[in-house]
C-alpha cells in the first residue's frame, strides 16, 4: 500500500516554542495530503490540506516534493495544541489501500 | 446536521460473542469507512464503502464484516468477537472518492473483548 509516515510517536515541545511534525510519504505522482487532528475526547477532524494552501489555527504544510515530506508546522506553540495529530493520504489514489499515519501525540509543556 | 454519528459509545464483549456497530450520515456522502485505532498503530482500514450495496476490504479486514444496505448506514459486525479487536472504532465518510475529498469522522467506539 502507499503510505504515509510519521517518524515520531510523541513530541513535547514548549510553550511558545516552534512546533514541525513531520509526515513522508512515499507514493508517486501529485500528492494531495491531509493533516487530521484529534483533540482529547474528541473525533478527528480535518485540521488542514495541502490544496487548500491555508493555515489553521496558525499551522501550515508545505509539500516538498523533492523530499516527499509535508511536514506540519507552527511557529509558536500553544496549550490547546496538545493532541494526536495525523498525516494522511487522499481516500484514493489509483487503486491501493491508503492508510494513515500511525499518528503524533504532541504535547505542549507550559 | 448531525453529521457522522456512531452507536454505540461503548461496548463490553465476552470473546466468542457477536455485536454489531453501527454508523449513520446524514450528509448525503457517497463514501463511508471503518477504521480501528490502536496505540502506536494509528488509524487502520478496516472496510469501506464505495456506494450503496458495496463493500470493499480496507487494511485489516480479517474477523469483521460489513454492509451497507442503505446509503446513510454502514454496519461493522463482529461474527466471533476476539480480545485482539479490542479497539476504538471509527466510522467516516467523504462526499465522493476524489483524491481531494475530506474525511469526516464520527465520534468512535470502544470496544473492550474479555
Known amino acids: 500500500a502507499q503510505r504515509v509516515t510519521q517518524p515520531e510517536k510523541l513530541l513535547s515541545v514548549f510553550k511558545g516554542a516552534p512546533v514541525e511534525l513531520k509526515c513522508n510519504y512515499s507514493?508517486?505522482?501529485?500528492?494531495?495530503l491531509f493533516w487530521y487532528v484529534q483533540y482529547s475526547r474528541q473525533r478527528l477532524q480535518l485540521l488542514l490540506r495541502?490544496?487548500s494552501r491555508e493555515s489553521i489555527k496558525g499551522f501550515t504544510a508545505d509539500l516538498n516534493k523533492g523530499e516527499t515530506s509535508f511536514h506540519l508546522k507552527k511557529p509558536f506553540a500553544q496549550e490547546e495544541d496538545s493532541a494526536m495529530y495525523y498525516c494522511?493520504?487522499?481516500?484514493?489514489?489509483?487503486?491501493?489501500?491508503?492508510?494513515f499515519g500511525t499518528g503524533t501525540r504532541l504535547t505542549i509543556i507550559p | 446536521n448531525a453529521g457522522v454519528t456512531q452507536t454505540p459509545k461503548f461496548r463490553v464483549l465476552k470473546t466468542g460473542q457477536s455485536m454489531t456497530l453501527l454508523c449513520a450520515q446524514d450528509?448525503?456522502?457517497?463514501?463511508m469507512y471503518w477504521y480501528r485505532q490502536d496505540p502506536g498503530m494509528g488509524l487502520r482500514l478496516i472496510h469501506y464503502?464505495?456506494?450503496?450495496?458495496?463493500?470493499a476490504k480496507g487494511e485489516v479486514p480479517d474477523g469483521y464484516n460489513v454492509s451497507r444496505l442503505k446509503k446513510q448506514n454502514f454496519l461493522l459486525g463482529l461474527e466471533s468477537a476476539a480480545p485482539s479487536q479490542t479497539s476504538v472504532y471509527f466510522c467516516?465518510?467523504?462526499?465522493?472518492?476524489?483524491?481531494?475529498?475530506?474525511?469526516?469522522f464520527g465520534p468512535g467506539t470502544r470496544l473492550t473483548v474479555l
Open positions: 467516516a465518510s467523504s462526499p465522493s472518492y476524489r483524491y481531494t475529498d475530506t474525511q469526516y
Open positions: 507514493y508517486s505522482g501529485s500528492p494531495e
Open positions: 495541502h490544496i
Open positions: 494522511a493520504p487522499p481516500p484514493n489514489f489509483g487503486n491501493e489501500k491508503l492508510t
Open positions: 450528509m448525503n456522502h457517497e463514501y
Open positions: 464503502s464505495v456506494g450503496e450495496g458495496t463493500t
